[in-house]
């Protein structure tokens, strides 16, 4: 469906529902009308006039209520409209008491659909309000744009009809015609629910069932079955298997997104209470020790560098004895906010307990986590972390880096940061301190795991679009390095081997092409391949970065697929 079509149905859907509801507005007065017109018609001498404006309305009502959908009310006024149709033959003559006599019969056949229309008004009335609500809630609390989805399904035309659906409602959504790419997905990715049809070829659902509830990283993911057979065996078998839900086809769109949003919202809460510190919101040791599994799983799989980063307050112990335990809860939770707002949304910060936080850092080398909680640390030195009654609370932190290396043990690369940690506090505090290799002593060589991999660096003075392309690309056996401006890119491309920097045309300090002029004005070319990211589609802009040594040129916005494609074409892989 194009655009055009789109906004064509959801305008027609938009002035059909608001003619529902003056539709339903008039109905109401004209049901109270006809209440008073029958009850006149009762013995009146004026009888045969009411018994003629009765008949006059139904008839409308009769005509008009089927193109609003509202059929029961049209079947009702066609009732009335037969019980009243005496009072339209003009070729008959009544006396003033035949009239009566018909009318009196007539107000009896009539009281029981006025009432029958009278409950009917009520639901439907009932029933715009509750819509009204819903799209009022559904506007207030909208998908969450960070939750992708899973859609699994050997029928192309059903799995692409729903994956496009969630996707404009505002999911990531992936899908999968067969069991082994849903596999691969699932150890590739991280998922906040996953679709299922039961009967696929060559492999059923039910063992995709089965794969992902004896993995302790995916049983926890919401799985909804949707499938063609309606059968309560299906049904019973999935739900001891551990199915969160089960829908039939045919199915309406709007029943399945509700039920999606309805697991994902339970789904979030649970996550609140079973994974999250309940003071500072982010997540806890429970959930830390979880997810750090799934990460190096993944390295395993597509070698990359990972650091894990342990902070304590420096200090915090007094600040309690000082100002009293609320205080300290204010300075916990202004550092919680300070580190999340300046971590990547790829990186994993949970309370580790009392005072102190941990962060796995996945596609970062242990010096470049340095760096980035040594920034982190320099935001301490310029402001408060809370403030409480007028009065300003600033502190420091000692920090512990360490990187993980192949055979490394989770116990051992936490005791190699912790002790970095300390280590900071010996040397005086307020300082980061980074350790490497198994025994916490600097490593003379790069791990043989990541000698193949390649670096890219993202220059780019939007964060949020580093993390993006940090998140999409992360699956790819590459190590990350961040500019968030033109003259850190320069410096690093001077000082450290890079295969690939994804340069960003306009940037402070240095845009991307001021970048390249000057390398190329001091007889430097970098040994890096240069893709050009850039919201200028001029012919000059394009061939000035060629001309400069680019290699390739994406014009803002890009497709993250033919980014993908670009980068493993530029890197050779």
């Known amino acids: 469906m194009d655009n055009l079509t789109r906004d064509r149905d959801d305008r027609e859907r938009r002035l059909m529902k608001e003619g529902r509801k003056r539709y339903i507005h008039e109905l109401q007065k004209q049901t109270a009308s006809l209440r008073e017109w029958i009850d006149e018609a009762a013995g009146n001498a004026e009888s045969l006039d009411a018994g003629q404006r009765i008949y006059r309305a139904v008839h409308t009502i009769k005509g008009s209520a089927p193109m609003f959908d509202f059929m029961r009310i049209g079947l009702l006024a066609e009732e009335l409209d037969r019980i009243w149709d005496w009072t339209q033959d003009e070729g008959a003559s009544f006396g003033q008491e035949a009239a009566i006599g018909r009318s009196a019969e007539s107000v009896r056949s009539s009281r029981p659909h006025l009432e029958e229309l009278t409950l009917e008004l009520e639901m439907y009335g009932r029933e715009l309000e509750l819509d009204e609500q819903y799209e009022q809630l559904y506007r207030q609390v909208p998908p969450l744009h960070d939750e992708r989805l899973l859609v699994i399904d050997d029928d192309d035309a059903m799995r692409s009809f729903l994956a496009q659906r969630l996707n404009l409602d505002g999911y990531e959504v992936d899908d999968a015609a067969d069991v082994a790419t849903a596999q691969r997905l699932l150890r590739e990715r991280t998922y906040h629910l996953v679709t299922l049809d039961l009967m696929m070829r060559p492999t059923s659902g039910y063992e995709l069932i089965e794969f992902m509830k004896e993995d302790p990283t995916l049983k926890w993911i919401p799985l909804m079955i949707v499938s063609a057979r309606d059968d309560v065996n299906d049904k019973v078998r999935s739900f001891y298997l551990g199915a969160d839900d089960f829908v039939a086809k045919p199915f309406h769109y709007e029943e399945i997104h509700a039920r999606i949003c309805s697991l994902l919202k339970r789904t979030r809460t649970f996550e609140q209470l079973a994974f999250r510190d309940p003071l500072t919101g982010v997540y806890n040791r429970r959930y830390f020790d979880h997810q750090i599994q799934v990460e190096l799983g993944r390295i395993r799989r597509y070698p990359a560098p990972i650091s894990m980063v342990f902070i304590d307050i420096d200090r915090f112990k007094s600040i309690n004895d000082t100002h009293g335990h609320h205080v300290g ?170 295969d690939l920097c994804l340069l960003d045309g306009v940037m402070p300090e240095l845009d991307g092409y001021g970048l390249l002029e000057r390398l190329h004005a001091n007889g430097l070319r970098p040994a890096a391949k240069i893709l050009i990211l850039s919201g200028r589609s001029r012919d000059e802009d394009i061939n000035r970065g060629l001309q400069l040594g680019a290699n390739a040129y994406m014009h803002k916005p890009f497709s993250m697929v033919e980014l993908e494609v670009k980068v493993k074409e530029l890197l050779n892989i």
Not at 416 to 430: H, I, L, P, T, V
Not at 471 to 495: C, M, N, S, T, W
């Open 329 to 498: 809860d204010l300075v916990l939770q202004g550092l919680a906010h300070l580190l999340q707002h300046h971590l990547r949304a790829t990186d994993l910060l949970a309370r580790f307990g009392g005072e102190e936080f941990v962060i796995a850092m996945p596609n970062t080398p242990g010096a470049d986590a340095k760096k980035t909680v040594e920034a982190i640390l320099a935001c301490t030195h310029k402001g408060p972390v809370a403030q409480n009654e007028g009065q300003s609370y600033h502190i420091t932190f000692s920090a512990g880096v360490s990187e993980w290396h192949p055979g490394m043990t989770v116990d051992e690369w936490i005791r190699n940061s912790d002790d970095a940690m300390y280590e900071a506090k010996q040397r005086g505090r307020n300082q980061v301190v980074i350790r490497t290799g198994e025994n916490g002593a600097p490593s003379s060589e790069e791990p043989l795991a990541l000698q193949s991999c390649k670096k890219v660096l993202i220059a780019d003075d939007d964060r949020i679009l580093r993390s993006i392309l940090i998140a999409k690309l992360k699956h790819l056996p590459v190590q990350f390095v961040e500019a968030a401006d033109g003259e850190q890119a320069y410096r690093i491309l001077l000082e450290q081997p890079v």
